[in-house]
């Protein structure tokens, strides 16, 4: 088997075990049943235990199977856990591009609102929460579909003259927000609104969404439809503030 | 060169803060230290003031240094800080007597019993705005004379100081044993349950009734005037401001005016509502409480409301229950259902606070039934949290002419968008965010801000405030007041409990 490796095979060993027994299994079980140091068979089970897979019961210590294993097949990530972990830099973000701030998690080839901060401009605005916004013609839809190798649809909804609506030139896109790590939206969704969005990534490389800015065009881009840099930096900063965050500690209430 | 920024120290519970904010009041840098939790005994909570001072110092070298800034850079300090904690120290030296006791500490429960039968306790509440307990200074104080040997002959000669947390920083700030300023702010003085709520003054019958003696006292100042000016890393700063934590959230909401009110929902959650320059005595179980005064001017009043269990019963649910594993993961299961099911959780863990004050009260699932999943009671555990607030909110309508047009919230919380709309629904008024989340630090920069014109007016505050998101009522009338009714009977069942059945945590214990 070349290429194989050791640590995920001890892994796979450890939870097969967990499933099969009756109930929760101290870690010297564990480290004899897999022939493992008690050392190795720990590191692997908090490992595990970070990522959701393994729970430990915080009375007798012992271990059994993590609630992320029954998740998976669902989302990425839970919609509420992702606004808690963004709200701290989302505000921010809003308040120092002046634009309003949309995080999004994947729903098919396209996004849903999981949050919503207005533009500080004493405006009333309304949040389009719990919406879903086409993943080829906004930058959040286009950042997800970017980082998840789902079938690009091959009717593409036109919206605007500018919607890529063929399959060529989405992929081409795709690409190049693979490349650059961000995404941009020139009208391509309502002809004078514009976005920037960048991924958020959580363990071990995992997009599990997108955050970003949108406005009016003439704000957010210049003449030539680049993005203002400033604006795309502090993107970029929050994405990469959120994304620390989700691979750190837990939500405190 | 005009100075750049206004510094907030947020001296809190667990931790102390130090944050620059710039014209605009956004957040420009923050340092933040945690102090030593001590635990005595059961019941007992002390920190360590010298501990705490040297934080301070610390955090705010750290955020100077963040951003290359110096004494210079800034307009003003300005103060929130843990209520109700007090401090005793000697005047010579600066050292603390012994270690401060912190509001949540309970020692003087028997005490308070005991003074609530000696003559003269039933004029308290009507003096101080506070019904008698061992949560406000003046019980904690007494303790501490009481208890600790050549105290209160120290204290009589003026040799010690009292004071709480802004006093202890604002006297070290400007100099400590170096002609240190011995005040303490208005807001945080009416915690203190010594102050009269009308005069604004130390109390007579108060402090007969406490056995203080006057010397050891700080001198009332308003919570928005310069008290003295700093020394080291904050040499010639002006000291613009104190506020009390709860009422530093009311201002850095903006809320100025009378019939504007926050909430902050943590653990525990605070109601404030602003009751302008007219002082509103409470019949119905609230505080009424100091809100802001700016120097020269009369006091803005507060009614407050506070509610022990609201995070905390999340908290629960999450380590007690183990039906989420995490906070934020409530709202996810509260919405694989449409409603509660008919099930309500009353949590009066310790007893029902403000309005009901019955301590005797212990918590219940109501309505349970065989059709009740883990989704109905994630509902019947956010929506406890909405009607909570609703009491306290009919508490204050109950008391006053005011009537609210939005709840401003901030805290960890409002990042449950299911539970903020539901709040809107039950109080049936706009529930609103605002984009700064830390609107006690806030509050605090604001204040010494506008004491030394940093900022011109309340009005350009205002302009500052920002709306981060909103909830409008959508729930109907009926369905509310059913809704409500069937809350009311599930206090009602909370009530009596452990007069009927004995204390549940002694027959725990004699297991």
């Not at chain 1, 271990?63 to 808690?84: M, Q």
């Amino acid at each position: 088997m070349p290429g194989s490796i050791q640590s995920i095979e001890r892994a796979a060993a450890i939870l097969r075990l967990l499933a099969a027994a009756p109930g929760p299994l101290r870690l010297t079980e564990i480290s004899s049943s897999v022939q493992l140091s008690r050392g190795t068979a720990h590191g692997i089970l908090r490992t595990l235990n970070d990522v959701g897979f393994v729970d430990q019961d915080r009375v007798t210590g012992k271990y059994l199977l993590g609630a992320g294993l029954a998740a998976l097949g669902g989302g990425l990530v839970d919609p509420n856990e992702l606004r808690a972990r963004s709200m701290n830099w989302a505000d921010p973000l809003a308040a120092r591009t002046g634009e309003a701030v949309r995080v999004v998690v994947p729903e098919g080839g396209d996004a849903r609102v999981v949050h919503y901060v207005f533009r500080p401009d004493h405006s009333a605005q309304k949040a389009d929460v719990g919406a879903v916004l086409p993943g080829h013609a906004t930058a959040l839809g286009k950042v997800l579909l970017a980082f998840h190798p789902v079938a690009v649809q091959d009717v593409l909804t036109f919206y605007t003259a500018r919607t890529l609506i063929t399959r060529s030139a989405l992929t081409a896109e795709l690409t190049r927000i693979r490349r650059q790590g961000w995404a941009v939206e020139r009208g391509e969704h309502q002809m004078d609104m514009a976005g920037i969005a960048a991924p958020l990534t959580g363990l071990g490389g995992l997009v599990v969404g997108a955050i970003g800015i949108h406005g009016a065009v003439d704000r957010l881009l210049d003449p030539a439809g680049v993005p203002r840099p400033r604006l795309l930096a502090l993107v970029q900063e929050c994405a990469r503030a959120v994304g620390r965050e989700l691979t750190t500690l837990r939500t405190q209430v | 060169m005009k100075p750049r920024f206004v510094m907030a120290i947020d001296q809190g519970t667990t931790s102390t803060r130090s944050i620059l904010f710039d014209h605009g009041g956004q957040l420009v840098a923050v340092a933040q230290l945690e102090h030593h939790q001590y635990f005595p005994k059961p019941g007992w909570l002390e920190h360590d003031a010298e501990e705490i001072w040297r934080n301070v110092d610390k955090v705010v070298n750290r955020v100077l240094g963040d951003v290359g800034a110096t004494a210079t850079d800034i307009a003003a300090v300005g103060i929130a800080n843990q209520r109700e904690t007090i401090v005793i120290w000697e005047r010579k030296t600066g050292k603390p007597v012994r270690r401060a006791i912190v509001w949540q500490d309970t020692r003087t429960d028997a005490m308070v019993e005991e003074m609530l039968r000696a003559p003269g306790a039933e004029q308290i509440p009507q003096l101080s705005g506070l019904p008698l307990s061992s949560y406000f200074s003046a019980p904690k104080l007494r303790w501490m004379l009481d208890e600790t040997p050549g105290l209160r002959e120290r204290a009589q000669r003026g040799e010690v100081l009292f004071g709480t947390m802004e006093s202890w920083l604002i006297w070290n700030l400007t100099g400590g044993p170096d002609g240190g300023a011995h005040v303490t702010d208005v807001t945080n003085a009416s915690r203190t349950m010594l102050m009269n709520i009308r005069t604004l003054e130390w109390d007579s019958h108060l402090l007969d009734f406490f056995g203080i003696p006057e010397a050891i006292l700080p001198e009332i100042r308003g919570s928005l005037e310069t008290y003295g000016t700093g020394r080291g890393p904050l040499q010639g700063v002006p000291i613009a401001a104190a506020l009390g934590d709860q009422q530093a959230a009311l201002f850095g909401q903006t809320c100025f005016s009378a019939g504007e009110a926050k909430c902050t929902y943590g653990t525990g959650s605070f109601l404030l509502l602003n009751t302008g320059t007219e002082l509103v005595a409470s019949t119905h179980g609230l505080l009424t409480t100091v809100a802001y005064q700016i120097a020269g001017e009369p006091a803005h009043y507060a009614l407050e409301g506070s509610i022990a269990i609201t995070g905390s019963l999340v908290q629960w649910f999450r380590d007690g229950l183990g039906l989420i594993g995490s906070a934020a993961e409530i709202e996810t299961l509260a919405r694989t259902v449409d409603d509660n099911g008919g099930c309500y959780i009353v949590p009066a863990f310790y007893g029902l606070f403000a309005p009901h004050w019955r301590p005797e009260a212990r918590g219940v699932i109501a309505g349970l039934t065989s059709y009740i999943t883990k989704g109905h009671l994630a509902r019947a555990v956010l929506e406890s949290t909405g009607w909570q607030t609703r009491e306290v909110l009919d508490a204050m309508n109950a008391d006053s002419s005011l009537r609210l047009k939005a709840l401003k919230v901030d805290g960890g919380m409002t990042s449950d968008n299911l539970l903020m709309q539901f709040v809107a629904d039950v109080l049936d008024v706009p529930v609103v965010r605002p984009m700064v989340a830390e609107t006690v630090s806030l509050g605090a920069g604001y204040a010494a801000g506008l004491a030394v014109g940093y900022w011109s007016d309340l009005e350009g505050l205002r302009r500052n405030w920002h709306l981060a998101a909103e909830w409008l009522p959508e729930m109907d009338e009926e369905r509310r007041e059913s809704e409500f009714r069937n809350w009311t009977y599930a206090v009602q069942l909370t009530l009596d409990w452990t007069s009927k059945v004995g204390n549940a945590t002694t027959r725990v214990k004699s297991r």
